[in-house]
Nanobody
Framework: QVQLVESGGGLVQAGGSLTLSCVGT????????MGWFRQPPGKEREFVAT????????SYAGSAKGRFVVSRDNAKNTVYLQMNGLKPEDTAVFYC????????????????????WGQGTQVTVSS
């Protein structure tokens, strides 16, 4: 199984940018579909973005489209979430997650579809 550790969170002003990283260890990173989720204060965890094993296919939540970019470097065992144009409503704990099985053409947007999770990194956007 893979262990995941996120980093890169912090405090940023509205309109600013942050790039989150998630490093996977303990298993072959390229065997896993990766996802980013977030949990705003007092709310349920929600899907943000996902990327296929090879990094060739991505999918985004509506709130992330056009502002966030998910990418991965399998040689570095790392998945990234570049966030631009941040808004106060983006304030949340961000989690990366991994799942092994991948069906060609499928996108995994539910947290129940992921088996392994990082501990989360806080992103706070001030107005």
């Amino acid at each position: 199984q893979v262990q995941l550790v996120e980093s890169g969170g912090g405090l940023v002003q509205a309109g600013g940018s942050l790039t989150l990283s998630c490093v996977g260890t303990g298993s072959t990173f390229s065997d896993y579909v990766m996802g980013w989720f977030r949990q705003p204060p007092g709310k349920e965890r929600e899907f943000v973005a996902t990327i296929s094993r090879a990094g060739t296919k991505t999918s985004y939540a509506g709130s992330a489209k056009g502002r966030f970019v998910v990418s991965r470097d399998n040689a570095k065992n790392t998945v990234y979430l570049q966030m631009n144009g941040l808004k106060p409503e983006d304030t949340a704990v961000f989690y990366c997650a991994a799942r092994g099985p991948e069906v060609t053409g499928s996108f995994y947007t539910r947290d129940s579809e992921y088996y392994f999770w990082g501990q989360g990194t806080q992103v706070t956007v001030s107005s």
